[in-house]
């Protein structure tokens, strides 16, 4: 499947490296948070590859809800209990880290699960700056370029259908919100997913901002700039090592 390579599993236990979440981010979800590079102190697995993981083991319903309650790190075995309508994975130190309330029917079918994660974490790799930025601005604040804080809360996918296998998710802008009180933030992201033309579902990604600060345009154009340019040299890097391999 789609995330096989990003994350190792022993019998019911799945761990992942730093390379492998930065990986993922990066080549899958196209997001450069910080908090996902290898050699970063504050070092986390993207929130988007646990639930592509929870997709790849348990399938796709047409209810779920997920709530994200900890950071998981490298250093961090999860535990993946046995299917129900209420799943939690806690680590091997006993401590919670996501939980998922599923319901309906569901599907382990390889190609809805592959597009609907593919679709799901491009979406989502897409909320900075392309998003994010300008719900910011109209409330006229922004994060701290010294020190972002941007996480992952919640989301929640409603299916109308699972008999499909090509599905995309397009911003609901009417229904997407930033709230801000002093210093934090919250942010509800609201998409609908399509298949062939056709409004199948509906989902929200919910996240917390921290460290707000007034907006300067100047400053959050530098933090824009040297995002893009992370990406700029990842991606030139990659492709680099790639044409060395194809020659060797």
């Not at 499947?1 to 019911?12: E, P, T, V």
């Not at 209810?63 to 950071?71: C, D, E, P, V, Y």
């Not at 509906?202 to 824009?224: C, N, Q, S, T, Y």
Request: glycine residues 6%; charged residues 25%; negative net charge.
């Amino acid at each position: 499947m789609l995330i096989d390579q990003y994350y190792n599993k022993a019998d019911n236990q799945v761990s992942f490296t730093r390379q492998q979440a930065s990986d993922f981010a990066k080549q899958i979800a196209n997001d450069f948070n910080p908090l996902h590079d290898i050699v970063s102190k504050r070092f986390c697995v993207p929130g988007d590859l646990l639930f592509a993981l929870v997709l790849a083991q348990y399938g796709a319903s047409r209810h779920m809800h997920f709530t994200f309650s900890g950071m998981v790190t490298d250093e961090v075995t999860l535990v993946l209990p046995e299917d129900s309508a209420s799943l939690t994975l806690k680590g091997n130190n006993d401590k919670e880290y996501l939980s998922i309330e599923h319901s309906g029917d569901n599907s382990t079918n390889a190609t809805l699960i592959d597009n609907l994660t593919q679709s799901y974490v491009t979406f989502s790799g897409h909320t900075f700056p392309h998003i994010l930025i300008p719900l910011m601005e109209e409330k006229g604040v922004m994060i701290n370029p010294a020190r972002p804080m941007v996480m992952y809360q919640s989301m929640l996918i409603d299916l109308e259908r699972l008999d499909l296998e090509d599905v995309e998710l397009e911003l609901d802008k009417e229904k997407t919100t930033f709230d801000c009180n002093g210093k934090r933030g919250n942010v509800c992201l609201a998409f609908n997913l399509i298949a062939s033309g056709e409004n199948i579902g509906r989902g929200e990604k919910h996240m917390v901002v921290g460290g707000l600060k007034p907006f300067e345009k100047a400053a959050i154009d530098g933090v824009i700039t040297e995002y893009n340019q992370w990406k700029k040299e990842y991606h030139s890097i990659s492709s680099h090592q790639e044409a060395n391999h194809q020659r060797k």
